[in-house]
């Protein structure tokens, strides 16, 4: 699985983006997908992942309520709807893919298997 993320840019506190996340290949349906973020000179840190049907949604506490992740299996495509964005949602977003189709656990980088180049979401105060 190939996947390729946009739609960062600069926005402003209160503001709007959404993040797409391409792949390519057969199987985009079978695999729990989520979004990550990097902050400068901090870890990597879960956002937001998705299951493999749709219907099961986990959301870090810090974006619970503002953001929203959805996929289109007939597209290949998963979503990151973010809004009333913060100074503090500024960083590098990565999506990634998991064989764990289910993300009820999957909470953890190590648990994901192709990830995205990243995208940069910038917002000013």
């Known amino acids: 699985v190939q996947l390729q993320a946009s739609g960062g840019g600069l926005v402003q506190a209160g503001g709007s983006l959404r993040l797409s996340c391409a792949a390519s290949?057969?199987?985009?349906?079978?695999?729990?997908m989520g979004w990550f973020r990097q902050a400068p000179g901090k870890e990597r840190e879960f956002v937001a992942r998705i299951s493999w049907s749709g219907l099961n949604t986990y959301y870090a506490d810090s974006v619970e309520g503002r953001f929203t992740i959805s996929r289109d299996n007939a597209k290949n495509t998963v979503y990151l709807q973010m809004n009333s964005l913060k100074p503090e949602d500024t960083a590098v977003y990565y999506c990634?893919?998991?064989?764990?189709?289910?993300?009820?656990?999957?909470?953890?980088?190590?648990?994901?298997?192709?990830w995205g180049q990243g995208t940069q979401v910038t917002v000013s105060s």
């Open positions: 290949g057969r199987t985009f349906s079978t695999y729990g």
């Open positions: 990634a893919a998991t064989r764990q189709g289910n993300v009820r656990v999957a909470s953890t980088t190590t648990q994901y298997d192709y």
